[in-house]
């Protein structure tokens, strides 16, 4: 399914609201400055640039809105009503140049150093492919998604629904790499993940280097992942060979990854130290606050989006839990006055993956505000509003992420 060629920021895209706020966000001659020395090309205007970086030029253009040459999300209207995300639409979202294509050569020679167990060692993927092979279907998303719909200007990418999707991750369980490994060293609480991207001359690895620690519960479930939807894993998803931490926040999912080390703190680089970390407004990052490691429960409208033929409608959407298996989703039509259970579509790929769901109504000529509202089975359900944070991460409140429909 082919979307139409032409390009439109719809009434539902908060890109279009924030305009102003990302010119002056852009013309920044600090932000600028930081941009290109990290190597990408800034964007003279806040304009959708028309072509995909060549990184990424494999894509579907007329799936996603490309926000710079680092991060692109996918539209609303191209989510689609399927369980996983064809790679051709899935959000991108680098923070470092893309290594080389030569990396992905000889995808079997790619080598990652195990540390922090009994019997550290290097290993290439020939020999992880040896130790054990699983497929877990499990949602990417960045931290910042819904960011753009905050009034205070929330600093970075200003993503609106689209910088998630739905992938289906394949390659060896991190618990069978770390037993044929002799087991954890003791006294580890962290697994700390070292992206293998050059950094460019000139900056201090500390500030630049993309590495995550997750704590070690995460092991129960995290894989190291060689192939994503049934093919070789895409350079520009983190081939040959990427840390998958299934059910937390998109950072943590390192991509080209070199290193996995159980530790006994987490990371000192920036992105761990500082970044990721929710806080309130005009606060900076710091260790002591909440890191972005389990994502919450969401939800979010896909169609009908803008306008709708009166009668009988159906109302798609996704749905995901995070680390917690689905409950319910329910659906307003009346901006959350009254709710009406919406059923889930098509298989359950289980708790890591989202959940299409649908709302059938009859819609007579109007303007509805449709919005939906998901629930874990740990009651976790979402909030109304948003909750307030100086980078705009987790958003899940059902009001903003809702769409206003007009009924002819
Ligand atoms: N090595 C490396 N891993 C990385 C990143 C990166 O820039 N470098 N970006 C992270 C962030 S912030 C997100 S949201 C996801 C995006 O994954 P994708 O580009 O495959 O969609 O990768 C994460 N892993
Ligand atoms: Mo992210």
């Known amino acids: 399914m082919k979307q139409g060629t032409s390009i439109q920021r719809g009434a539902n895209d908060p890109g279009l609201i924030n305009q102003g706020r990302r010119q002056i966000l852009l013309g920044s001659a600090g932000a600028m400055a930081a941009v290109s020395l990290l190597g990408f090309a800034p964007l003279a205007k806040a304009e959708e640039p028309k072509t995909l970086p060549d990184y990424a030029a494999w894509k579907e253009r007329n799936a996603l809105i490309v926000h710079s040459t680092n991060t692109m999300e996918t539209r609303r209207d191209a989510i689609g009503q399927g369980v996983v995300t064809p790679s051709d639409r899935l959000f991108v979202r680098n923070n470092l140049p893309t290594p080389p294509e030569s990396i992905v050569a000889d995808r079997d020679a790619w080598e990652v150093r195990i540390e922090g167990v009994k019997n550290p060692k290097t290993m290439t993927i020939g020999e992880l492919k040896d130790i054990g092979v699983t497929t877990t279907a499990s949602v990417l998303q960045c931290s910042g998604n819904g960011r753009a719909f905050f009034p205070h200007g929330a600093g970075g990418t200003q993503w609106s629904v689209g910088a998630a999707g739905c992938v289906m991750w394949t390659g060896v369980p991190l618990k069978d790499v770390v037993a044929a490994l002799g087991g ?129 409608n159906m109302i798609y959407g996704v749905a995901l839990g995070g680390t917690v298996p689905l409950d319910k989703v329910e659906v307003s039509i009346d901006g959350g006055k009254s709710w009406k259970a919406a059923r889930f579509l098509g298989p359950d790929l289980g708790p890591f993956a989202w959940r299409p769901f649908v709302m059938a109504t009859d819609l007579s000529p109007g303007e509805y505000r449709i919005v939906s509202k998901a629930t874990d089975v740990e009651g976790n359900s979402q909030p109304e509003g948003r909750i307030d944070n100086e980078r705009g991460y987790g958003h899940n409140g059902w009001s903003d992420h809702g769409v206003t429909v007009a009924v002819s």
């Open 184 to 312: 954890m060293a003791d006294g580890m609480e962290y697994i700390t993940s070292t992206g293998g991207e050059e950094l460019p001359d000139g900056l201090d690895p500390k500030q630049v280097t993309v590495e995550r620690s997750v704590p070690t519960r995460a092991l129960e479930n995290a894989l190291l992942a060689w192939e994503m939807n049934d093919e070789p894993l895409p350079l520009t998803h983190g081939g040959p060979l990427r840390m998958v931490v299934p059910g937390f926040y998109g950072v943590n999912n390192v991509k080209y990854v070199k290193q996995v080390a159980f530790t006994e703190n987490q990371t000192d680089v920036k992105i761990q130290a500082s970044s990721y970390r929710i806080r309130d407004v005009g606060e900076k990052g710091s260790p002591d606050q909440p890191s972005m490691w389990e994502m919450n429960v969401k939800s979010w409208v896909t169609s009908p989006l803008e306008t709708g033929t009166s009668g009988r």
